[in-house]
């Protein structure tokens, strides 16, 4: 049985650094970006805990295959992506809460 999941784009509160993953459980990575989780991540680090952009797919592969795909964008098309569903960054965690 295929399994769906989510490419997702996270920030800092200065939105100077982009994080883009993928999950087969979106609130539950997006917590563990919140509570810094993974100690001394790239996440960690650099305090990124906003959500700011995702896509659903109802397989896990379609998704790993767009995060390749948008890790390979240039910062200005990403931005431009994230524009289009949220175009003020609000962090999208709090609608889906």
């Known amino acids: 049985m295929a399994k769906g999941g989510y490419v997702y784009m996270v920030t800092n509160k200065h939105h100077n650094?982009?994080?883009?993953?993928?999950?087969?459980?979106?609130?539950?990575?997006?917590?563990?970006?919140?509570?810094?989780?993974?100690?001394?991540?790239?996440?960690?680090?650099?305090?990124?805990?906003?959500?700011?952009?995702?896509?659903?797919?109802?397989?896990?592969?379609?998704?790993?295959?767009?995060?390749?795909?948008?890790k390979k964008w240039r910062r200005a098309k990403k931005d431009a992506l994230i524009n289009t569903m949220n175009p003020e960054w609000r962090d999208l965690w709090e609608e889906m809460v």
Not at 34 to 39: A, D, L, Q
Not at 42 to 57: A, K, Q
């Open 17 to 70: 650094v982009l994080y883009i993953g993928v999950t087969s459980q979106l609130l539950n990575r997006i917590y563990k970006h919140k509570t810094h989780f993974y100690k001394k991540s790239f996440s960690d680090r650099y305090n990124i805990e906003y959500l700011v952009y995702y896509e659903g797919y109802g397989r896990i592969e379609d998704a790993i295959g767009r995060e390749k795909e948008l």
